[in-house]
């Protein structure tokens, strides 16, 4: 899964939080895959620097005012900014990444 | 209602209710789809407003264009007053931004977010209506729009399942009805809008594409966004069902009405004046008013070449007040060029005007300009629908033609809407014009079949005698020699009697002479002969005595002798 070598010297950019929010519905199929596939994307790429905030809809509607939520899962890039919004299950790991301007961590 | 029929919601616009018998499907999703500006979102938004206002149900919008603050202010010039809606907890304005751009997908998703969110607002509210207005900007926004496609149907289905009414409008796409033929999913009832520029006039239309279960006209109908919102102005959408008035009114003219069976036109009815330029129409619809105004009644003059104060003016020199009704609020005036509203803004704006002053008479003159708004099929339904809205209002109505415009025909088609056409022309002849005046048709009424010369004197119109020489009805100055003609063989024919009368006096007197000389005559002898018959007696006696008395004189007997004589009675 590593996309080849690089310097490890660590930057600024690995060291930043990563603030997180996802909205979900419940406990539909989407929503728990989409929670898994973060909260494993995270622990691999951002491993103690970053926050998952997750809004359910079922609970608080209200909340899809915030953020406009229309589409179930959506994933916001709260920081670094600037935000970012990503739609789906993310369950592909490599386009979550690319969609996340997330510089995948040295494999290992 | 019966069980088949199928439950409407009333929109509350204008006209709209009227064309669907009822308003959109109870319910159900309908598609209002046009082009940009066709006014499909006011017409979503009058449907929640009037649903709140006039039928208690409580709406939300959900605009994905407009932001809540701009169509706050959009709305706001129509009188509809949305913050105070909300404020009341009837009406919820939420407004979705849309992220412009596609956004990034990764997997699976659907759009449950919206679902929710506008579950949430309906709830709050115990909303009965709901506009998406417009929709399709989520094909913007979302790549993958297989999947898009499939929440579209079901957001329409579930918002059927809630058993919300609700509107939804789409924009017009190419060979399509919508960009993105969401159509497919809002398959109850479909309303089209359109605005189109013809002749440089613009007019609005709205069609009726669809309508599951429930009859609806298929005629485009022209709406109008005035002051009050939308409306809808139906085609005869009620069929010819006007009460028929058997009750006439004067046409302000004594002999016309004369002509016209005795008693002029039908309350109720359409009159067409045609004539050539200059016949006097003008100031034969201007006494049609003053006879209403005479009578109480409003009337509405409704002017495109002369302004109010020329046709006081001009009315004023034929002994004609007009003014004096303007003052007491009996007529009014609308002077305007019909090439100021376009077709159905005129056919609109008369209807508003009516609606407001609620007249009993009303005259557009001439109507031939408006030939000119308009191809003439538009003209024709313009003028069927205004003359089927005053009919069905009572109000008579009293249009003015140049005949010249009657040969088109979009003219000609008025002629067979109305009820009495009359005809003022002018004959050529004698080196002189002169106006005549006859009844072309007169719908239900004994009407005179004659030519009638019609005069403009000092107290208006006035249809003259009608002289019938060789060569027809005589007019102008043929008609004042044939009345000098009868005039003067009248004197003739007094001079004549008086004549004889004079003849006759002398005769009797003549008479009486020749009697009272007979008279005396006869008298005179009578005298004698009674003086005669009373002496007759004395004369017998006096025969002797006479005779005694002559024998005295001649000495014949000696007095003893002529004593004795005396005294024989007889045999002497």
């Known amino acids: 899964m590593s996309i080849g070598t690089r310097a490890s010297t660590p930057t600024a950019e690995d060291t930043e939080i990563w603030s997180l929010r996802l909205y979900v519905a419940g406990q539909s199929p989407r929503s728990l895959n989409a929670l898994a596939n973060l909260t494993q994307l995270c622990e691999q790429h951002l491993a103690g620097r970053h926050d998952i905030e ?22 916001i890039r709260r920081l670094p900014l600037p935000e970012r919004k990503i739609i789906g299950d993310l369950s592909d790991i490599p386009r979550t990444l690319a969609a996340l301007r997330l510089r995948p961590a040295v494999a290992g | 209602m019966s069980i088949l029929a199928l439950p409407k919601a009333p929109t509350g616009i204008s006209g709209f209710d009227d064309v669907t018998g009822g308003g959109v499907p109870r319910g159900r999703p309908t598609l209002v789809c046009g082009p940009a500006g066709c006014g499909k979102t006011l017409f979503a938004m009058e449907f929640l407003v009037r649903g709140i206002t006039e039928f208690d149900e409580p709406g939300v ?7 809540a603050g701009d169509l706050v202010a959009n709305v706001a010039s129509l009188g509809f007053d949305l913050a105070q809606l909300e404020s009341d907890g009837k009406l919820v304005v939420d407004h979705v931004n849309v992220p412009t751009g596609a956004l990034d997908e990764v997997g699976e998703w659907d759009l449950e977010g919206l679902f929710l969110r506008l579950g949430a607002t309906i709830d709050a509210i115990g909303a009965k209506r709901v506009v998406i207005d417009t929709i399709e900007v989520l094909f913007g926004a979302f790549s993958n729009t297989a999947v898009l496609r499939s929440e579209l149907r079901r957001l329409f289905e579930w918002l059927k399942d809630r058993g919300v009414t609700a509107v939804i409008t789409g924009e017009r796409g190419d060979g399509a009805l919508t960009r993105h033929g969401i159509e497919e999913y809002v398959s109850d009832c479909v309303i089209v809008l359109d605005h189109r520029v013809t002749e440089q006039t613009s007019t609005r239309r709205l069609r009726i594409l669809k309508y599951r279960g429930s009859s609806h006209g298929t005629n485009e109908y022209p709406f109008l966004i005035g002051k009050s919102g939308i409306s809808v102005l139906p085609v005869t959408s009620v069929g010819l069902q006007h009460h028929a008035s058997t009750e006439r009114i004067s046409s302000g003219v004594a002999r016309l009405d004369a002509m016209l069976g005795e008693e002029g036109f039908f309350k109720g009815s359409a009159i067409l004046v045609s004539g050539t330029a200059g016949t006097g129409k003008s100031m034969l619809a201007a006494q049609f008013c003053d006879a209403a105004c005479r009578r109480g009644e409003r009337a509405m003059y409704f002017a495109f070449e002369e302004s109010e104060a020329e046709i006081v003016r001009n009315m004023a020199s034929v002994n004609i007040d007009l003014a004096q009704w303007v003052d007491a609020g009996l007529l009014r005036f609308h002077c305007f060029r019909p090439n100021l509203l376009g077709l159905e803004g005129h056919l609109f704006e008369t209807l508003r005007l009516v609606g407001e002053f609620d007249p009993a008479v009303i005259v557009k003159d001439p109507v031939s300009d408006l030939l000119r708004l308009g191809t003439e099929v538009d003209v024709s339904a313009m003028l069927t629908r205004l003359v089927d809205f ?18 088109r025909s979009g003219a000609q088609h008025i002629a067979s809407l109305v009820d009495t056409w009359l005809q003022v022309q002018t004959i050529v002849g004698n080196g002189e014009h002169n106006r005549v005046l006859y009844v072309l048709k007169a719908r239900g009424m004994a009407n005179s079949n004659q030519i009638r010369e019609f005069l403009i004197t000092g107290q208006g119109i006035e249809l003259a005698d009608v002289y019938v020489g060789d060569e027809g009805v005589l007019t102008g100055s043929a008609r004042q020699a044939q009345e000098a003609k009868e005039r003067a063989a009248g004197l003739a024919r007094e001079d004549d009697l008086e004549q004889r009368g004079v003849e006759l006096t002398r005769r009797r007197e003549s ?6 000389v007979l008279w005396r005559d006869f008298e005179t002898e009578s005298e004698l002969v009674e003086r005669l018959l009373s002496n007759g007696s004395v004369g017998v006696e006096d025969r002797a005595g006479q005779r005694a008395a002559q024998g005295r004189l001649r000495r014949a007997d000696p007095d003893d002798v002529l004593a004795i004589r005396r005294n024989l009675p007889v045999g002497t």
């Open chain 1, 54 to 75: 997750t809004i359910d809809l079922v609970d608080d509607p209200s909340r899809a005012r915030d953020d406009d939520i229309l589409a179930i899962p959506t994933l």
């Open chain 2, 61 to 67: 919008f959900v605009a994905f264009e407009e932001s």
């Open chain 2, 390 to 407: 005053l009919k069905s209002r009572g109000i008579t109505s009293l249009f003015s033609c140049l005949t010249s415009e009657v040969e």
């Open chain 2, 511 to 516: 008479v009486e002479a020749q009697v009272a």
